[in-house]
């Protein structure tokens, strides 16, 4: 039977505390509707509909990349009302799975046992025994029976202390019953909201058997509604993710310092020290040690490198054997062969490092070509761009530049030159030769220092 999907993305998220809509709060780098969606597109759906509606035009930007199609919920008058913006686009042939977009790590294995438990005839919700059920709808059985769903606000006090089974908000339904049960929707509730859970009660009443999976990692089911849960729920993020890398002979210096905000891509024998953030797509190989602090996004790191503390990488390609930081900075376009030295303080964009070429402090190199066994001074800079254009600078193989040095590009030093330190390189530096172009040093006999004036 076919499979369509409705993501509930519409609220605002009052308790955030901020003008972002809640779905685009970010969980582990990506916001929490992707999350969800991500999942879905595992799922094979026949349609996927996603149900904005504060600040809609942000929401459906986020979505924009996926195939879904998203309908507007305004105003905003509950859960049911929200499922009933998505009916027309619902075909009565096969079944719904209702997905919520801040309860961003609904695994896909899960959602399909949903779906199988619902077998085209069912209503299937998926349910959870919690010891603090505080604020979420409870389940309400007779015998093993499940007869209904009330929800927190409106359960009596015995409810709330006896009943710790729980609606985790998403469930599975043959669609054209769903759509019978949405159009007899009230809300004579004391939120004068349209609850989807009331559905439950009409599927009883209607003989629909109403049954209940039990999600076995509460983590999956966990909603955000303030930014402490967003946090609780980053930190379970991050404990998942820590034991996965070590399961694969990855070693953390400490799992519970570790970000990975995308993903994260290591080979055997990497060591991760403390408090480092991965973003985007980063891949270390094998043997690779990446030091404490580091921040490094999209980034590729050969084997057996060795990444110094408080380095920042952005789209950056570093060979084997390569030795970087501490405190070096990788913008995009950075691409270092094996065995480069990259010292503290060092700058690199857009430039490529031939085997064994060291800048080992204090200096910047970009829209550079540099050879082989360079040795690029400290305070040396390539001047690359002259308000308006950049240009490029090409280094031989076996060139040393001296300290505190600057080459305007576009310029090109021959291989084995040597740049006299403090010259300012504006024309070729020919091969094997000293260049040296710097104002004569003279010294002035008989001067002395101004001395200051005394005031009166």
């Known amino acids: 039977m076919a499979l369509d999907i409705v993501i509930m993305a519409a609220g605002k998220g009052t308790r955030m505390k901020s003008a972002l809509p809640k779905v685009l709060h970010r969980l582990a780098g990506r916001p929490l509707l992707q999350h969800v969606l991500d999942t879905c597109a595992t799922l094979h759906a026949r349609c996927t509909v996603v149900v904005t509606g504060y600040e809609a035009a942000q929401v459906e930007r986020c979505v924009g990349q996926h195939d879904v199609r998203c309908v507007r919920q305004e105003p905003q008058l509950g859960t049911g009302h929200a499922v009933q913006q998505a009916v027309p686009l619902l075909d009565a042939d096969g079944t719904t799975l209702i997905l919520n977009g801040d309860v961003p790590l609904i695994g896909a294995d899960t959602a399909r046992a949903l779906v199988a438990a619902c077998d085209g005839r069912q209503l299937a919700l998926l349910t959870l025994k919690l010891d603090q059920p505080e604020g979420y709808g409870r389940i309400v059985r007779e015998g093993a029976a499940v007869r209904g769903i009330v929800e927190h606000k409106d359960a009596s006090p015995e409810q709330r202390e006896k009943i710790h089974e729980i609606y985790t908000g998403i469930m599975a339904a043959p669609t054209a019953a769903l759509k019978r049960w949405l159009a007899r929707l009230t809300n004579h509730n004391a939120q004068n909201e349209y609850y989807l859970t009331d559905i ?14 039990d999600a076995r990692d509460d983590t999956e089911v966990l909603g955000v509604n303030s930014a402490e849960q967003l946090a ?6 991050q404990r998942r993710r820590a034991r996965e890398l070590m399961a694969a002979g990855v070693r953390l210096a400490d799992p519970a310092r570790l970000d990975v905000r995308g993903e994260l891509v290591c ?14 797509r980063v891949v270390i190989g094998d043997g690779a040690h990446i030091g404490a602090h580091c921040v490094i996004r999209d ?22 054997q390569a030795q970087v930081g501490p405190f070096a900075r990788l913008r995009p376009g950075a691409e270092l062969g094996p065995e480069v ?9 857009n430039s490529t490092l031939a085997r064994g070429a060291k800048a080992n402090h204090l200096a910047y190199l970009g829209d550079s070509v540099v050879g082989e066994r360079v040795n690029y001074g400290a305070g040396s800079i390539t001047a690359n761009y002259d ?10 193989n076996d060139v040393h530049v001296g300290s505190n040095s600057v080459l305007v590009a576009p310029v090109t030093l021959g291989d084995g030159a040597t740049i006299g330190a403090g ?20 010294t002035i006999a008989n001067w002395s220092r101004p001395l200051k004036q005394k005031k009166p």
């Open 200 to 213: 439950v009660a009409m599927a009883v009443a209607d003989g629909v058997p109403v049954v209940a999976h």
């Open 232 to 237: 609780e729920l980053e930190r379970r993020v």
């Open 267 to 280: 080979g055997s024998d990497v060591e991760i020290d403390v408090n480092c953030v991965f973003e985007g």
């Open 299 to 320: 980034t590729t790191i050969g084997a057996r490198a060795e990444v110094m503390p408080f380095c920042h990488f952005n789209n950056a390609v570093i060979g084997e």
């Open 341 to 349: 030295h990259i010292g503290n303080f060092v700058e690199v964009k």
């Open 387 to 396: 308000g308006a254009n950049k240009y490029q600078t090409v280094i031989g």
């Open 423 to 442: 010259s300012v390189i504006s024309k070729p530096a020919p091969a094997g030769q000293l260049t040296v172009a710097r104002a004569r040093q003279a």
